[in-house]
């Protein structure tokens, strides 16, 4: 494989991520947090706060951890190369930039502050109720974000390899076509 073919690899690798992410939070959205609002309160934080410990595992964190990793470096060989350099490098970084800021700060400055708080709460009081509606209502909210973030990614990194394919196929000698 050639050197300039690392950017595809990596596209696909961003497609891939992206795209896990984008089912994690769908089923967290539209299934997980339904099931869990269902429960009463206490069993719903319990829980909730269970499934935060659990869900810190290596193929998790390796999806979760390495999709941003490649979008920055997918970023940075964009700016490289410059931004208007071509249809692809476009795609590439809006669809970079999206999942860096929709779904990797978003979860860093809205869902791990919810979850600590969730786990700093001692169920058991009355306040076991409103506790959970404040935290299931935003925290399901801005997690749509996330999903939609991780979803408009993998449609920008998938647009971004179909056209980088038919860019370098163009631009290929014919003798090597």
Not at 91 to 107: N, P, R
Request: proline share 4%.
């Amino acid at each position: 494989m050639a050197i300039k073919d690392l950017q595809s690899v990596l596209l696909q690798a961003g497609v891939l991520g992206s795209g896990v992410l984008s089912g994690l939070y769908f089923i967290f959205s539209f299934c997980v947090m339904g099931a869990l609002n269902a429960q009463p309160p206490e069993v719903a934080i319990a829980t909730m706060n269970t499934i935060n410990l659990v869900i810190v595992n290596p193929p998790f964190m390796l999806v979760f951890m390495g999709t941003p990793i490649v979008s920055g470096w997918l970023l940075f060989t964009c700016f490289k190369e410059g931004l208007g350099a071509s249809l692809d490098n476009k795609c590439t970084a809006a669809g970079a930039l999206v999942l860096l800021l929709g779904e990797f700060l978003l979860t860093a400055v809205v869902h791990v502050p919810k979850n600590d708080g969730l786990a700093a709460y001692t169920v058991g009081s009355a306040a076991d109720a409103s506790i959970w509606a404040a935290y299931y209502t935003t925290w399901t909210a801005w997690n749509h974000v996330r999903m939609l973030a991780s979803m408009a990614t993998v449609v920008l990194l998938s647009s971004a390899l179909q056209l980088r394919a038919a860019r370098l196929t163009v631009e290929q000698p014919t003798e090597m076509r």
